[in-house]
């Protein structure tokens, strides 16, 4: 574990990303049976990415209330709801086209509607809503999560608008929504999922406690990272 001002780390390695699969549905779904016990619905943000794909695809098996589901997204491109990236389509593709989730509890992003209006539009959307039971996000290269880059708005300080409109995203498509980092912060518990070699140098960033956009999601209980062990190994100093 590492503190670095209000930000709590803790590092769960793991050997591959089957083993990362693995853990990170035992705690989704651990979180899931806590949220629905105590409050009776669970209310969850979904990353988007390639790393999530596998678990969601786990997921479809799992024996839950899902009824009790209530599904958001961290962001989103603006693209069609049925293109391919998609985050909404990716996780329908692997996820919720199998299991009874009430089609009214998946707040899908309206991004084909444009970053502007789609912002405003989630934002009322999650006007009710509390504090998120959890929160998945994963980590770019560059050290970003959901579509807060480097560079640009992470929405992290205290009173920012619970959406971002992007319109100039480092790589396509520039428009995109994302929640800001203070959004994100209000969770009960957040999960990073981690793989693949080209994060490593991200990994090295954060640890080292340089300021990338993930280091902005700082819930009250601090984050858990659930990383490639071979991530977590120091990078050699250029020769």
């Not at 619905?41 to 209330?65: E, M, S």
């Not at 009790?68 to 491109?77: G, L």
């Not at 069609?80 to 707040?107: E, I, K, T």
């Amino acid at each position: 574990m590492n503190r670095t001002g209000m930000e709590m780390v803790r590092w769960h390695a793991v050997g591959d990303e089957m083993a990362l699969q693995e853990m990170a549905a035992g705690m989704i779904l651990g979180s899931a049976a806590q949220a629905i016990h105590e409050r009776g619905q669970f209310h969850l943000v979904l990353a988007g990415g390639n790393t999530p794909r596998g678990i969601y695809r786990g997921l479809c098996a799992a024996r839950t209330d899902w009824s009790a589901w209530h599904i958001y997204f961290s962001d989103e491109r603006c693209l069609s709801p049925l293109d391919a990236g998609r985050n909404s389509r990716m996780a329908a593709d692997a996820w919720f086209d199998y299991v009874p989730v009430p089609p009214l509890q998946l707040h899908a992003i309206p991004g084909e509607l444009g970053a502007t209006v789609a912002a405003r539009m989630y934002a009322e959307t999650l006007r009710t809503v509390g504090d998120f039971d959890l929160v998945l996000l994963g980590l770019g290269e560059d050290g970003h999560t959901a579509s807060l880059f480097p560079g640009h708005e992470w929405g992290a300080a205290p009173g920012s608008p619970d959406t971002l409109a992007v319109f100039d995203a480092p790589k396509p498509p520039l428009q995109r929504v994302s929640l800001s980092a203070a959004r994100l912060s209000r969770a009960r518990q957040v999960i990073f999922l981690v793989s693949g070699e080209p994060k490593h140098r991200a990994v090295a960033a954060w640890r080292a406690g340089k300021n990338i956009p993930a280091r902005a999601v700082t819930p009250a209980a601090g984050v858990d990272a659930v990383v490639e062990s071979a991530l977590l190994v120091p990078l050699a100093e250029p020769s």
